[in-house]
């Protein structure tokens, strides 16, 4: 119980700063309104319009293919093309018949180069072939996705059983801690394990007072596959329990289902993602 409750609180001290890790953002553009939209146009009616990068979002966040889809009127094809041009590149015709709504969607293999300049302009030449036919466009919807070069991972767990003799202090003792990737996205990056007894609060002097750490180098935190760290716990220094003893109990004192001086704290770091804590009773 008590070793939840600072949990919690240490979590709120410690569980700041954002992930390093994307999750793709797929994005939308609707356009539905644009000048010639709604109108059956002949051939010498060419036209175009304008699909924009999202605010905020750089060119070169994008991945992976972009797709542009266009509802459209009374596409008389093959015999009329109706021929689509992005920034100036041939996408391809076209599809429909007569008198009915459909929607031709075309790749566009490599948008970041494109939306250098934050837009593509979509041009629209109706009936290239001059054959007498005319459409009506209704909508155009450009989507493509971005990775934020930061976003979120969650780690939801931290479990750490004590070994023979491991939180305690004993020589040779071992910790192990398991962490599961709750997030979507794959960490890998570096990885520091530290065992404390303090918080950031008045009554400790220091923010964390660490008396044991463990750098695991590079790991790999698959979402939903537990990562388990094992690492040797080296003896706690007697001064530094007492005074851990005699703070948490000036603070805690009136809980009386779980003595707040058998806990230590672990504290697992990887960077750029919130650090993650648990506590383990101590004799
Ligand atoms: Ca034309
Ligand atoms: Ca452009
Ligand atoms: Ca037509």
């Not at 410690?14 to 992930?19: K, M, R, S």
């Not at 009936?127 to 005319?134: F, I, K, P, R, Y």
């Amino acid at each position: 119980m008590m070793g939840r409750v600072i949990c919690l609180l240490l979590v709120g001290v410690l569980a700041i700063g954002a992930a390093c890790l994307a999750v793709p953002v797929i994005v939308e553009q609707v356009l539905d309104s644009e000048p010639g939209f709604g109108l059956y146009l002949w051939f010498d009616d060419d036209f175009g319009w304008t699909h924009t990068l999202e605010d905020g979002v750089s060119p070169t966040w994008l991945f992976g293919a972009a797709t542009l889809t266009i509802k459209a009127n009374d596409v008389d094809s093959p015999r009329e093309q109706d021929l689509i041009y992005a920034d100036g590149g041939l996408l391809g015709a076209l599809f429909g018949s007569t008198g009915t709504t459909t929607e031709t969607t075309f790749t566009i293999a490599d948008l970041a180069s494109l939306v250098g300049d934050r837009a593509v302009s979509i041009f629209l030449d109706i009936d290239s072939t001059n054959g007498n036919w005319a459409v009506t466009i209704l909508e155009s919807v450009l989507r493509y996705r971005y990775m934020l070069p930061r976003a979120h991972v969650d780690i939801e767990s931290l479990d750490a059983p004590v070994g023979a003799g491991g939180a305690t202090g004993a020589p040779g003792g071992e910790v192990q801690i398991a962490i599961l990737n709750s997030g979507a996205a794959t960490y890998i990056g570096p990885c520091e394990v530290f065992a404390g007894l303090a918080y950031t609060t008045s009554w400790l002097p220091e923010a964390v007072t660490i008396f044991d750490t463990f750098d695991a180098g590079i790991v790999e935190l698959v979402p939903g596959v537990p990562l388990t760290l094992t690492f040797p716990l080296a003896a706690v220094p007697p001064a530094l329990l007492d005074l851990f003893h005699t703070r948490l109990a000036d603070v805690w004192t009136g809980y009386e289902d779980d003595d707040p001086r058998d806990y230590v704290g672990f504290f697992v770091r990887f960077d750029g993602l919130p650090t993650v804590v648990d506590y383990l009773p101590l004799p």
